[in-house]
Protein backbone atom coordinates (compact mmCIF):
# COMPACT_ATOMS: atom_id res chain seq x y z
CA UNK A 1 0.00 0.00 0.00
CA UNK A 2 1.28 3.50 -1.29
CA UNK A 3 1.82 6.15 1.60
CA UNK A 4 2.87 9.40 1.61
CA UNK A 5 6.79 9.59 3.36
CA UNK A 6 8.03 12.43 4.78
CA UNK A 7 6.79 14.44 2.81
CA UNK A 8 6.99 17.45 5.36
CA UNK A 9 10.66 17.37 5.04
CA UNK A 10 12.77 17.64 2.18
CA UNK A 11 15.66 15.27 2.99
CA UNK A 12 17.63 16.27 -0.59
CA UNK A 13 20.71 17.63 -0.37
CA UNK A 14 21.94 20.03 -2.77
CA UNK A 15 25.53 21.76 -3.88
CA UNK A 16 23.11 25.22 -3.59
CA UNK A 17 22.61 24.63 -0.07
CA UNK A 18 26.08 23.53 0.81
CA UNK A 19 28.75 25.26 1.95
CA UNK A 20 31.20 23.97 -0.63
CA UNK A 21 30.94 27.95 -2.54
CA UNK A 22 29.76 31.07 -0.79
CA UNK A 23 26.54 32.34 -1.96
CA UNK A 24 26.99 34.68 -4.60
CA UNK A 25 24.22 36.42 -5.38
CA UNK A 26 23.28 38.73 -7.97
CA UNK A 27 19.82 39.92 -8.76
CA UNK A 28 19.74 41.58 -12.17
CA UNK A 29 16.30 43.44 -11.68
CA UNK A 30 18.07 45.82 -9.07
CA UNK A 31 22.19 45.34 -8.92
CA UNK A 32 23.71 47.76 -11.75
CA UNK A 33 25.77 46.08 -14.43
CA UNK A 34 25.61 48.75 -17.48
CA UNK A 35 29.28 47.35 -18.02
CA UNK A 36 27.49 43.97 -18.80
CA UNK A 37 24.93 45.03 -21.09
CA UNK A 38 27.16 47.74 -22.65
CA UNK A 39 29.89 44.38 -23.28
CA UNK A 40 27.12 42.71 -25.13
CA UNK A 41 26.46 45.33 -27.64
CA UNK A 42 30.30 46.13 -28.82
CA UNK A 43 30.20 41.83 -28.97
CA UNK A 44 26.92 40.96 -30.72
CA UNK A 45 27.11 44.07 -32.68
CA UNK A 46 23.48 45.74 -31.10
CA UNK A 47 21.64 47.98 -29.86
CA UNK A 48 19.54 46.99 -26.77
CA UNK A 49 16.69 49.15 -26.27
CA UNK A 50 16.84 49.32 -22.18
CA UNK A 51 13.01 50.53 -21.61
CA UNK A 52 12.04 46.98 -23.11
CA UNK A 53 13.89 44.79 -20.80
CA UNK A 54 11.46 41.89 -19.27
CA UNK A 55 12.89 40.38 -15.86
CA UNK A 56 12.88 36.62 -15.33
CA UNK A 57 11.18 35.39 -12.00
CA UNK A 58 14.25 35.08 -9.85
CA UNK A 59 16.62 38.20 -11.01
CA UNK A 60 18.82 36.30 -12.90
CA UNK A 61 17.60 36.59 -16.34
CA UNK A 62 16.75 39.50 -18.30
CA UNK A 63 15.58 40.32 -21.89
CA UNK A 64 15.49 43.55 -24.28
CA UNK A 65 14.45 44.19 -27.38
CA UNK A 66 17.51 45.11 -30.40
CA UNK A 67 17.95 47.86 -32.72
CA UNK A 68 17.87 44.71 -35.27
CA UNK A 69 14.36 43.89 -34.41
CA UNK A 70 15.90 40.74 -32.39
CA UNK A 71 16.02 39.41 -28.95
CA UNK A 72 18.52 39.34 -26.64
CA UNK A 73 18.48 36.84 -24.04
CA UNK A 74 20.84 37.92 -20.99
CA UNK A 75 21.80 35.23 -18.04
CA UNK A 76 23.86 35.71 -15.21
CA UNK A 77 24.86 33.17 -12.74
CA UNK A 78 27.71 31.79 -9.99
CA UNK A 79 30.53 31.35 -11.87
CA UNK A 80 30.80 27.40 -10.61
CA UNK A 81 27.88 26.64 -11.83
CA UNK A 82 27.88 27.71 -15.23
CA UNK A 83 29.19 24.78 -17.43
CA UNK A 84 26.11 22.46 -17.49
CA UNK A 85 23.82 22.03 -19.98
CA UNK A 86 21.54 24.28 -19.54
CA UNK A 87 24.08 26.88 -20.28
CA UNK A 88 24.31 26.23 -23.63
CA UNK A 89 20.30 24.98 -24.17
CA UNK A 90 19.13 27.96 -26.13
CA UNK A 91 22.18 27.53 -28.72
CA UNK A 92 21.80 23.71 -28.63
CA UNK A 93 18.08 24.37 -29.51
CA UNK A 94 19.39 25.69 -33.37
CA UNK A 95 19.78 22.15 -34.05
CA UNK A 96 15.69 21.82 -33.69
CA UNK A 97 13.30 21.19 -36.88
CA UNK A 98 10.17 21.73 -37.12
CA UNK A 99 9.30 22.74 -34.03
CA UNK A 100 7.47 26.78 -33.42
CA UNK A 101 10.30 28.33 -31.28
CA UNK A 102 12.61 31.50 -32.22
CA UNK A 103 16.10 30.83 -34.01
CA UNK A 104 19.16 30.95 -32.40
CA UNK A 105 21.19 33.51 -34.07
CA UNK A 106 24.56 34.37 -31.89
CA UNK A 107 25.67 33.97 -28.31
CA UNK A 108 28.73 35.29 -26.23
CA UNK A 109 29.55 34.25 -22.64
CA UNK A 110 32.61 35.33 -20.25
CA UNK A 111 33.50 34.72 -16.55
CA UNK A 112 32.79 37.90 -14.38
CA UNK A 113 35.65 37.58 -11.95
CA UNK A 114 34.96 41.09 -9.71
CA UNK A 115 31.87 39.54 -9.06
CA UNK A 116 31.69 36.45 -9.11
CA UNK A 117 29.59 35.56 -12.14
CA UNK A 118 28.83 34.08 -15.48
CA UNK A 119 27.03 35.95 -17.82
CA UNK A 120 25.84 34.74 -20.95
CA UNK A 121 23.41 36.33 -24.15
CA UNK A 122 22.25 34.77 -26.45
CA UNK A 123 20.50 36.96 -29.47
CA UNK A 124 17.54 35.63 -31.26
CA UNK A 125 14.55 35.94 -33.41
CA UNK A 126 12.05 38.05 -32.20
CA UNK A 127 8.37 36.54 -31.09
CA UNK A 128 6.30 39.34 -31.25
CA UNK A 129 3.15 37.36 -29.70
CA UNK A 130 3.22 37.66 -25.72
CA UNK A 131 3.30 34.93 -23.20
CA UNK A 132 -0.04 32.96 -22.30
CA UNK A 133 0.88 34.33 -18.73
CA UNK A 134 1.87 37.61 -20.05
CA UNK A 135 -1.39 38.02 -21.37
CA UNK A 136 -3.86 36.65 -18.62
CA UNK A 137 -2.46 33.37 -17.25
CA UNK A 138 -4.74 30.89 -16.89
CA UNK A 139 -7.89 32.83 -18.08
CA UNK A 140 -6.00 33.67 -21.12
CA UNK A 141 -5.42 29.66 -21.72
CA UNK A 142 -8.77 29.09 -21.18
CA UNK A 143 -9.55 31.14 -24.22
CA UNK A 144 -7.22 29.61 -26.48
CA UNK A 145 -8.50 28.13 -29.98
CA UNK A 146 -8.37 24.64 -30.95
CA UNK A 147 -5.73 25.87 -33.44
CA UNK A 148 -3.66 26.69 -30.73
CA UNK A 149 -3.77 23.26 -29.16
CA UNK A 150 -3.47 21.69 -32.07
CA UNK A 151 -0.30 23.34 -33.15
CA UNK A 152 1.24 23.02 -29.60
CA UNK A 153 0.13 19.28 -30.16
CA UNK A 154 2.04 19.26 -33.82
CA UNK A 155 5.14 20.63 -32.29
CA UNK A 156 5.41 18.66 -29.13
CA UNK A 157 5.15 15.69 -31.00
CA UNK A 158 8.23 16.23 -33.80
CA UNK A 159 9.94 17.84 -31.01
CA UNK A 160 9.50 14.01 -29.17
CA UNK A 161 11.27 12.22 -32.20
CA UNK A 162 14.19 14.11 -32.44
CA UNK A 163 17.38 13.13 -31.53
CA UNK A 164 19.59 14.01 -28.38
CA UNK A 165 22.41 13.27 -25.73
CA UNK A 166 21.09 15.94 -23.36
CA UNK A 167 18.69 15.21 -20.47
CA UNK A 168 15.97 17.16 -18.64
CA UNK A 169 14.37 14.89 -16.99
CA UNK A 170 16.58 11.42 -15.59
CA UNK A 171 15.36 8.70 -14.27
CA UNK A 172 17.14 9.44 -10.96
CA UNK A 173 15.86 12.76 -10.37
CA UNK A 174 12.11 11.41 -11.30
CA UNK A 175 11.95 8.56 -8.57
CA UNK A 176 13.95 10.64 -6.00
CA UNK A 177 11.32 13.06 -6.30
CA UNK A 178 8.12 10.79 -6.05
CA UNK A 179 9.78 8.64 -3.55
CA UNK A 180 10.49 11.76 -0.97
CA UNK A 181 6.70 11.82 -0.77
CA UNK A 182 5.34 8.79 -2.01
CA UNK A 183 6.58 4.94 -0.73
CA UNK A 184 6.40 1.48 -2.63
CA UNK A 185 5.84 3.34 -6.44
CA UNK A 186 7.38 1.29 -9.24
CA UNK A 187 8.80 4.22 -10.87
CA UNK A 188 10.56 2.71 -13.77
CA UNK A 189 10.20 5.05 -16.86
CA UNK A 190 9.33 2.30 -19.61
CA UNK A 191 9.24 5.90 -23.07
CA UNK A 192 11.38 8.46 -23.08
CA UNK A 193 10.85 11.73 -25.63
CA UNK A 194 12.77 14.35 -26.55
CA UNK A 195 10.91 17.37 -24.42
CA UNK A 196 11.09 21.18 -23.82
CA UNK A 197 11.88 20.78 -20.45
CA UNK A 198 10.19 23.61 -18.97
CA UNK A 199 6.60 24.14 -20.58
CA UNK A 200 4.41 26.27 -18.43
CA UNK A 201 2.33 29.36 -19.70
CA UNK A 202 4.63 31.72 -19.45
CA UNK A 203 7.10 29.64 -21.75
CA UNK A 204 4.48 29.50 -24.77
CA UNK A 205 2.85 31.78 -26.73
CA UNK A 206 -0.38 32.69 -27.45
CA UNK A 207 0.65 31.93 -30.95
CA UNK A 208 2.11 28.96 -30.29
CA UNK A 209 5.50 29.61 -30.05
CA UNK A 210 7.62 27.51 -27.11
CA UNK A 211 10.45 29.92 -25.83
CA UNK A 212 12.97 29.59 -23.09
CA UNK A 213 15.29 26.35 -24.18
CA UNK A 214 17.36 25.93 -21.32
CA UNK A 215 16.26 23.13 -20.46
CA UNK A 216 15.18 20.86 -23.18
CA UNK A 217 16.61 17.27 -23.55
CA UNK A 218 15.28 13.50 -22.54
CA UNK A 219 12.64 12.95 -20.67
CA UNK A 220 9.46 10.50 -20.02
CA UNK A 221 6.97 10.66 -22.69
CA UNK A 222 4.59 13.20 -21.29
CA UNK A 223 6.57 15.75 -19.25
CA UNK A 224 6.08 18.46 -21.09
CA UNK A 225 2.11 18.16 -21.21
CA UNK A 226 2.18 16.75 -16.84
CA UNK A 227 4.17 20.43 -16.65
CA UNK A 228 1.48 22.16 -18.51
CA UNK A 229 -0.88 20.38 -16.41
CA UNK A 230 0.72 21.13 -13.23
CA UNK A 231 0.48 25.01 -14.32
CA UNK A 232 -2.96 24.39 -14.87
CA UNK A 233 -4.56 22.90 -11.49
CA UNK A 234 -5.71 26.30 -10.08
CA UNK A 235 -8.42 25.89 -12.93
CA UNK A 236 -10.14 22.45 -12.85
CA UNK A 237 -11.75 23.38 -16.44
CA UNK A 238 -8.28 24.33 -17.98
CA UNK A 239 -6.58 21.06 -16.31
CA UNK A 240 -9.12 18.88 -17.69
CA UNK A 241 -8.88 20.34 -21.04
CA UNK A 242 -5.07 19.41 -20.82
CA UNK A 243 -5.85 16.44 -19.79
CA UNK A 244 -7.72 15.69 -22.81
CA UNK A 245 -5.74 17.59 -25.51
CA UNK A 246 -2.65 15.68 -24.42
CA UNK A 247 -3.76 12.25 -23.41
CA UNK A 248 -2.20 9.83 -25.94
CA UNK A 249 0.89 11.20 -23.90
CA UNK A 250 -0.39 11.42 -20.67
CA UNK A 251 -2.77 8.44 -20.42
CA UNK A 252 0.65 6.08 -20.93
CA UNK A 253 2.39 4.70 -17.87
CA UNK A 254 5.03 7.14 -18.30
CA UNK A 255 2.85 10.11 -18.75
CA UNK A 256 1.47 8.86 -15.33
CA UNK A 257 4.63 8.90 -13.28
CA UNK A 258 5.34 12.51 -15.39
CA UNK A 259 1.93 13.31 -13.58
CA UNK A 260 2.66 12.15 -9.77
CA UNK A 261 6.05 13.43 -10.17
CA UNK A 262 3.91 17.04 -10.35
CA UNK A 263 1.83 16.26 -7.98
CA UNK A 264 4.62 15.16 -5.10
CA UNK A 265 6.24 18.61 -5.72
CA UNK A 266 3.44 20.48 -5.36
CA UNK A 267 3.21 18.56 -2.56
CA UNK A 268 6.86 18.75 -1.20
CA UNK A 269 7.25 22.66 -1.51
CA UNK A 270 4.34 23.03 0.24
CA UNK A 271 5.57 21.26 2.90
CA UNK A 272 9.07 22.91 2.91
CA UNK A 273 7.45 26.01 3.13
CA UNK A 274 5.70 25.03 5.96
CA UNK A 275 2.70 26.64 4.78
CA UNK A 276 -0.25 24.82 3.07
CA UNK A 277 -1.45 25.96 -0.66
CA UNK A 278 -4.86 25.77 -2.62
CA UNK A 279 -3.42 23.17 -5.03
CA UNK A 280 -2.15 20.66 -2.46
CA UNK A 281 -5.46 19.48 -2.13
CA UNK A 282 -5.60 19.03 -5.97
CA UNK A 283 -2.86 17.50 -6.14
CA UNK A 284 -3.19 15.21 -3.26
CA UNK A 285 -6.50 13.92 -5.19
CA UNK A 286 -4.74 13.55 -8.67
CA UNK A 287 -2.32 11.82 -6.72
CA UNK A 288 -4.46 9.49 -5.42
CA UNK A 289 -5.92 8.23 -8.76
CA UNK A 290 -2.39 8.59 -10.41
CA UNK A 291 -1.65 5.81 -7.70
CA UNK A 292 -4.31 3.44 -8.28
CA UNK A 293 -3.68 3.76 -12.01
CA UNK A 294 0.04 2.97 -11.24
CA UNK A 295 -0.90 -0.77 -9.45
CA UNK A 296 0.85 1.08 -5.99
Not at 57 to 86: I, K, L, M, N, Q
Not at 185 to 194: H, I, N, R
Not at 214 to 238: C, M, V
Request: charged share 25%; aromatic share 8%.
Amino acid sequence: MTMWAGCWKDRSVSVESSSVFPAATFDVRRQPHEDVLARIERTLDVRLDRASVIYGAYGTTEGFRSDRGTWVRVERRPRWHAPDSSWVGVEASSALRGVRRPDWLQSTAWVDIEREQAWRADELESVESPSVTAAGGVEAAARLPESWWRGVRESLAVLATQQTRRVAMSQAHLSTRIGQVFTGVDTKVEEWATAHGDLHWGNVTIDGHLIDWTDWGAAPRGHDAASLWQASLSDETLATRVRCEFSADLETRSGKLARLLRCANVIRIAAQRGTSTPLVETAGAAAVELLADLGS
